[in-house]
């Protein structure tokens, strides 16, 4: 199964990804992206959210 992750080391808070996704991706208490419902959305609006994100915070993993 495909899963999307947020690599915290890489997520500089620009929100485009909840913005996208708000059913998948929500901002912690430290203001970083987190993926909370891996399931919230289709596969071609997470793969907006990966390419949408400026620092390419977000990647598929093969679970
Ligand atoms: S779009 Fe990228 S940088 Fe912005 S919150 Fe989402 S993962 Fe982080």
């Not at 080391?9 to 419902?37: H, K, M, W």
């Amino acid at each position: 199964m495909r899963l999307v992750r947020v690599d915290p080391t890489l997520c500089q808070s620009a929100e485009i990804c909840v913005s996208i996704a708000p059913g998948v991706f929500r901002l912690n208490d430290e203001g970083l992206s987190e993926v909370y419902n891996p399931e919230g959305a289709d596969e071609a609006t997470l793969q907006q959210a990966i390419d949408s994100c400026p620092f390419q915070a977000i990647s598929w993993v093969e679970e």
